[in-house]
């Protein structure tokens, strides 16, 4: 009983990914400290507001908080943009190099359904070779 387990527990993937989700955990807090601590109050200087989270109004005794939802909104773009312009364009920069020392063909873009089941389809209609 205990031997599987241990199997499962020190197969790479599992192990890749309790790290990842390590670093993964570590890492948002410096891309919210980014963007918190310097993205954050940049928009602030240039627009003039930095936290929109008393906006509201009220219909029928209710509140509507659309301040807090800006907020999010803004913050979720800043994340995203800060991830991909300082974590993916790197990453893919590096690994396009990479190939290139190595010789290998470029990343190709993946192709569309359309041209996938096109693919297929010829695939279908050319006999099998006989052996």
């Given at each position: 009983?205990?031997?599987?387990?241990?199997?499962?527990?020190?197969?790479?993937?599992?192990?890749?990914?309790?790290?990842?989700?390590?670093?993964?955990?570590?890492?948002?807090?410096?891309?919210?400290?980014?963007?918190?601590?310097?993205?954050?109050?940049?928009?602030?200087?240039?627009?003039?507001?930095?936290?929109?989270?008393?906006?509201?109004?009220?219909i029928h005794h209710s509140l509507f908080r659309?301040?807090?939802?800006?907020?999010a909104v803004i913050s979720f773009i800043l994340?995203?943009?800060?991830?991909?312009?300082?974590?993916?364009?790197?990453?893919?920069?590096?690994?396009?190099?990479?190939?290139?020392?190595?010789?290998?063909?470029?990343?190709?873009?993946?192709?569309?359904?359309?041209?996938?089941?096109?693919?297929?389809?010829?695939?279908?209609?050319?006999?099998?070779?006989?052996?």
């Amino acid at each position: 009983m205990f031997k599987g387990f241990k199997k499962f527990v020190m197969r790479g993937n599992v192990v890749d990914l309790a790290v990842a989700f390590v670093m993964g955990a570590a890492f948002v807090a410096v891309v919210n400290s980014l963007v918190n601590d310097l993205l954050t109050p940049l928009i602030a200087a240039i627009f003039g507001k930095q936290d929109f989270s008393a906006l509201s109004f009220t219909i029928h005794h209710s509140l509507f908080r659309y301040g807090a939802f800006i907020n999010a909104v803004i913050s979720f773009i800043l994340i995203a943009a800060t991830l991909y312009f300082f974590v993916v364009a790197p990453l893919n920069a590096y690994n396009d190099r990479k190939r290139r020392k190595a010789g290998l063909p470029q990343a190709e873009e993946p192709l569309t359904e359309v041209e996938l089941l096109t693919q297929m389809r010829d695939l279908m209609r050319t006999p099998p070779p006989r052996v």
